[in-house]
């Protein structure tokens, strides 16, 4: 089998099967918060920002959830916002990347072996995603030293 085949392997993630444990500002500070949960979840707490206005906002931290609580704000309805780190009050913007929605700026959030989340800054837009960094790398290395036959 000398010809060389294209393999696209996709990962399904069931809706809200999935919780979001370990994430944390690049710099590697925790946005874990024990003291607002979502039915017993850590909710993600971020600090956010709307013009001139500062507050903080809890994201429900099961993926493919919207629930999210503010406080010392109240957001409108389709406002575009920033997400800073509540430690080190780095901003959390994409700079890479926009929207495939509606093409307002993105947050990223890291998680443990490069993998991010991203989503729609945008208040009511339900973009997000979650990208495995290395999924590549990590399938080349489980193929590596078998040949595909051997999985069929
Ligand atoms: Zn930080
Ligand atoms: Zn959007």
Known sequence: MAK????QIEVEVTSKALEVKHVT????HSLSDD???????????????????????Y???IY??????EEGITLPENAVVEFFCPECNESLTDPHDTCQLCSSPLFVLHLPKHSIIEGCLKKGCIYHKLKIVNA?????????????????
């Open 4 to 7: 060389k085949e294209k393999i």
């Open 25 to 28: 500002c690049s710099q590697g």
């Open 35 to 57: 003291e607002v949960k979502f039915e017993g979840h850590p909710s993600i707490k971020l600090k956010v920002k709307n013009k001139n206005e500062t507050g903080f906002i």
């Open 59 to 61: 994201l429900d931290p």
């Open 64 to 69: 493919g959830s919207y629930n999210k609580i």
């Open 136 to 152: 590549e790398k990590q399938l080349g290395r489980l193929f590596e030293n078998d040949t595909l036959e051997s999985y069929l």
